[in-house]
T-cell receptor, first 113, second 108 residues
Framework: EPEVTQTPSHQVTQMGQEVILRCVPI?????FYWYRQILGQKVEFLVS????????KSEIFDDQFSVERPDGSNFTLKIRSTKLEDSAMYFC???????????FGPGTRLTVL | SQQGEEDPQALSIQEGENATMNCSYK?????LQWYRQNSGRGLVHLIL?????REKHSGRLRVTLDTSKKSSSLLITASRAADTASYFC????????FGTGTRLQVFP
């Protein structure tokens, strides 16, 4: 069964460094999302992406965050200058259409020191 | 609010018992989805129920939807220790808005 994959599974970085989290969507899916979950808290929406542009973004998704689909397969989330409070699990999700379920990747655990 | 709210917040049962979790919401929906999350892991899609459906089954899972009451329930029958997880409902909009979920503990 096709699945969403994410790399790396765990990323440790120093405060102020840039990180790029990668996601490979299910092949025929058109809608892409990033969510995050701070330890012990709710899963929070960050951004949605369709047709090579951002559809919607949350207040969390400030100028330090960006997304792109550079090669038509990978979907990436970049944090330009990480902060301690960016430490969280980051989940990628994709869906075929707006009326379909979202499928989540296993997540990337980001630790900012 | 597009958020679904689950109750109870926590539920502890013995293996073999049934577990029922509820979700209430305030907006109109096209569909409602249930997800499971094992501690520290990703979210697994369980069932999607559309607004014109009243009940849906998948294995030991049964989901109901009452659009007049704006509520849904997830029933897990004959629970197993492996069902221990947090369960969330999510309303269909472009993005998913998650509540705090129901933490289910199934004791062997």
């Amino acid at each position: 069964e096709p699945e969403v994959t994410q790399t790396p599974s765990h990323q440790v970085t120093q405060m102020g460094q840039e990180v790029i989290l990668r996601c490979v969507p299910i092949s025929n899916h058109l809608y892409f999302y990033w969510y995050r979950q701070i330890l012990g808290q709710k899963v929070e929406f960050l951004v949605s992406f369709y047709n090579n542009e951002i559809s919607e973004k949350s207040e969390i998704f400030d100028d330090q965050f960006s997304v792109e689909r550079p090669d038509g397969s990978n979907f990436t989330l970049k944090i330009r200058s990480t902060k301690l409070e960016d430490s969280a699990m980051y989940f990628c999700a994709t869906r075929q259409g707006l009326d379909n379920e979202q499928f989540f990747g296993p997540g990337t655990r980001l630790t900012v020191l | 609010s597009q958020q679904g709210e689950e109750d109870p917040q926590a539920l502890s049962i013995q293996e073999g018992e049934n577990a029922t979790m509820n979700c209430s919401y305030k907006t109109s929906i096209n569909n409602l989805q249930w997800y499971r999350q094992n501690s520290g892991r990703g979210l697994v899609h369980l069932i999607l129920i559309r607004s014109n459906e009243r009940e849906k089954h998948s294995g030991r899972l049964r989901v109901t939807l009452d659009t007049s009451k704006k509520s849904s329930s997830l029933l897990i029958t004959a629970s197993r220790a492996a069902d221990t997880a947090s369960y969330f409902c999510a309303l269909n909009t472009d993005k998913l808005i998650f509540g705090t979920g129901t933490r289910l503990q199934v004791f062997p």
